[in-house]
């Protein structure tokens, strides 16, 4: 997941939450992560990430990608 403004991208993974910032008119191909040098940059985007999702309709169905990770619950014997 990403959001962009201007030459900024600011890419977050669905499960961990440490995101990566990236010029890319300096480094088109994202080996460089300037998350760490432009903590204010990060928190704007990501405040207005945040303001962005605000605004989406909650889901109407689960997706895999929801329930993939969960266990499944089991007996006392420890079977599923």
Do not use: C, N, Y
């Not at 890319?24 to 992560?33: G, M, P, Q, V």
């Not at 928190?43 to 909650?58: I, V």
């Amino acid at each position: 997941l990403a959001i962009r403004q201007g030459d900024l991208k600011l890419v977050r993974g669905a499960r961990e939450q440490i995101p990566l910032l990236f010029d890319l008119e300096r480094d088109l191909s994202e080996a460089h992560d300037l998350a760490a040098g432009r903590k204010a940059t990060v928190t704007s985007l990501h405040d207005a990430w945040a303001e962005w999702e605000k605004g989406l309709k909650p889901q109407a169905f689960p997706t895999l990608a929801d329930v993939w990770w969960e266990e499944a619950p089991s007996d006392e014997s420890g079977h599923p």
